[in-house]
């Protein structure tokens, strides 16, 4: 019985969402030939599909490290299960704060002794921080790689001022943290 509800349940959802697409293509909101031009590519397929699930598996590899550096119990594939509904949080509710949250009200939950709040919006926070750090970091390399178009662009030499002020800051934090 719980199998066919569930069944039904997912061929519902699939419907939805379905009816939902049929709907934007109709309206002409939903644009399918480029959709189409990207999918006729394999390799670029293929490298995007690898790019996503390594910048995903390096988010959960980051957290879980976290969480076992505050002493939190967590098995990897709970991590990444966690980190999967933050990521679908995070792209279906406005906010980029949301997924977060629902990571977190999970990790207190599966702790022993109900503690560990603080411990866990800690991982939340640092996992925030180290990844804007990282987008900082990689925004001054690409940068960097590409100095002689970006200064001679009058459109891009303040943002190149704002990336190099970003970078600085991100390694002035973490010469006072470290």
């Known amino acids: 019985m719980a199998l066919t509800k569930k069944l039904v349940l997912n061929l519902m959802k699939a419907a939805v969402t379905l009816g939902i697409l049929l709907y934007l293509y109709k309206k002409g909101m939903l644009d399918l030939t480029r959709v189409r031009a990207v999918l006729t590519s394999p390799s670029v397929v293929a490298t995007s599909l690898t790019l996503l699930f390594s910048t995903n598996l390096a988010g959960v590899v980051r957290w879980w490290l976290l969480l076992q550096g505050q002493k939190l119990k967590m098995a990897k594939w709970e991590t990444f299960q966690l980190t999967m509904i933050g990521v679908f949080f995070n792209t279906a509710i406005p906010g980029a704060v949301s997924g977060d949250l629902v990571k977190g009200f999970y990790v207190v939950r599966q702790q ?24 900082v970091c990689v925004s001054f390399v690409a940068m960097v790689s590409n100095a002689t178009e970006v200064l001679h662009n009058p459109m891009t030499r303040p943002l190149a001022g704002l990336i190099t002020m970003l970078w600085a800051g991100v390694v002035v934090f973490y010469a006072f943290v470290l």
């Open 112 to 135: 022993p002794d109900g503690r560990g709040k603080i411990k866990a919006f800690t991982t939340l926070l640092l996992d925030r921080v180290l990844g804007l750090s990282a987008l």
